[in-house]
């Protein structure tokens, strides 16, 4: 992947980050491997695996999130109109007699 030397930076900060916020995570999920013998990688194992390889992602996006600089504006927030009233219980109009 061709990167910008700022994408360049960035992504060696979050690999910093994340190679230290993750590190218990992935010794905990190499010992879950190597205490399992072959037979019982799959199904149940395999399941713990993946839950605790979402975990690691969402600590990424995390540490991505955090340490960018916020992006917000500095201005008040416009005004807005309020709403007329609740919509009717009915999705079809009264029926005449």
Known sequence: MDLTPDQRA????????LRAATDA?????????????DGAIFGRTE???RDRVHRIGAKA????????KKRGTS??????????GPP??????????
């Open 47 to 49: 399941f713990e695996v």
């Open 61 to 68: 996006v995390e540490l991505t999130l955090a340490g960018r």
């Open 75 to 84: 201005g008040a927030a416009a005004a807005v109109r309020g709403a007329a």
């Open 25 to 37: 995570d992935l010794r905990g999920l190499a010992e879950l491997l190597a205490g399992k013998p």
């Open 10 to 17: 960035e992504a060696d900060r979050v690999y910093q980050a």
């Open 88 to 97: 009717s219980s009915s999705g079809t109009p009264p029926a005449g007699s």
